[in-house]
T-cell receptor, first 112, second 116 residues
Framework: GAGVSQSPRYKVAKRGQDVALRCDPI?????LFWYQQALGQGPEFLTY????????KSGLPSDRFFAERPEGSVSTLKIQRTQQEDSAVYLC??????????FGPGTRLLVL | AQTVTQSQPEMSVQEAETVTLSCTYD???????LFWYKQPPSRQMILVIR??????QNATENRFSVNFQKAAKSFSLKISDSQLGDAAMYFC?????????????FGAGTILRVKS
């Protein structure tokens, strides 16, 4: 596709519910990043994939967060037993190299 | 760990005027990249400009230019001839030049308001 796409764009979840957020990177981009952006704040790193390998997951806030990219293209960020503090915009970015990377539109998650 | 600081939570500029957004960072690395991103309200993050640390020349992209002071670890963004469409949140970001783990580290952002 022309850019990075994410779905859903908006998600409302009840506390305790599991959610899955999808990222479709630009075709051929080997690097894929997930970031969490709280309201009015800068994005914070969650995890990084190079192709299908998850090389850095140091930013995942708890073991309720899990990410995968099984075929080296589409990635899914899963949050189990959602809590109110998980409410944020989840951004996906992909890149070919050490350039800044292109961001998707984000998924806005609201946990009630 | 690297940190990025944007000390101006909010800035205002008159249309057609010039504004400078400040950014400082802390790192022990010598090779890295610095970025300015623009995030309009409810819209996606757009790369404005990039600077490689090994380059002494300041990057320029049309009306956007940076003042990169490596020794002072300062990386400010100058927007000339400001336009209404420049209104957004601006983030300064750092990325290591190491092969792996090259995540972006963002500052807290500066809201830029453009007055007509």
């Amino acid at each position: 596709g022309a850019g990075v796409s994410q779905s859903p764009r908006y998600k409302v979840a009840k506390r305790g519910q599991d959610v899955a957020l999808r990222c479709d990177p630009i075709s051929g981009h080997v690097s894929l990043f997930w970031y969490q952006q709280a309201l009015g704040q800068g994005p914070e790193f969650l995890t990084y994939f190079q192709n299908e390998a998850q090389l850095d997951k140091s930013g995942l806030p708890s073991d309720r967060f899990f990410a995968e990219r099984p075929e080296g293209s589409v990635s899914t960020l899963k949050i189990q037993r959602t809590q109110q503090e998980d409410s944020a915009v989840y951004l996906c970015a992909s890149s070919l190299s050490l350039a800044g990377g292109l961001f998707g539109p984000g998924t806005r998650l609201l946990v009630l | 760990a690297q940190t990025v600081t944007q000390s101006q939570p909010e800035m205002s500029v008159q249309e057609a005027e010039t504004v400078t957004l400040s950014c400082t960072y802390d790192t022990s690395e010598s090779d890295y990249y610095l970025f300015w991103y623009k995030q309009p309200p409810s819209r996606q993050m757009i790369l404005v400009i990039r600077q490689e640390a090994y380059k002494q020349q300041n990057a320029t992209e049309n009306r956007f230019s940076v003042n990169f002071q490596k020794a002072a670890k300062s990386f400010s963004l100058k927007i000339s001839d400001s336009q209404l469409g420049d209104a957004a949140m601006y983030f300064c970001a750092y990325r290591s030049a190491r092969e792996y783990g090259n995540k972006l580290v963002f500052g807290a952002g500066t809201i830029l308001r453009v007055k007509s």
